[in-house]
């Protein structure tokens, strides 16, 4: 998964010590999501987009491989009328 957390980075002007600490995880996580290396839990990925202020898909990008089979869903989209929720 590609992600632009050194850019979200870099335009806060925060270190890599200083967005682990933020986060609570060592700078060693931060350079592995940096560099593609390690996919953040979606408990992570929601904390960077609060401390960056943006969308997690903002931040993180899915890339399909071309050898990933294809991904079908299962039923048609449930469309919600604003009364049901």
Known sequence: MKN???VYRAVHDLTQEQLAKELGV?????????KDKYN????L???MARIFGVKIEDIF??????EDPPIRPLKPPIEW???EM
Do not use: G
């Not at 060592?26 to 940096?34: G, W």
């Not at 953040?40 to 408990?43: Q, T």
């Not at 990008?61 to 071309?66: G, S």
């Open 4 to 6: 632009k957390v050194k």
């Open 26 to 34: 060592t700078r060693q996580t931060i350079i592995a999501i940096e």
């Open 40 to 43: 953040p839990s979606l408990d």
């Open 45 to 47: 990925a929601f904390k």
């Open 61 to 66: 990008v899915y890339e399909e491989r071309p």
């Open 81 to 83: 009328k604003s009364s």
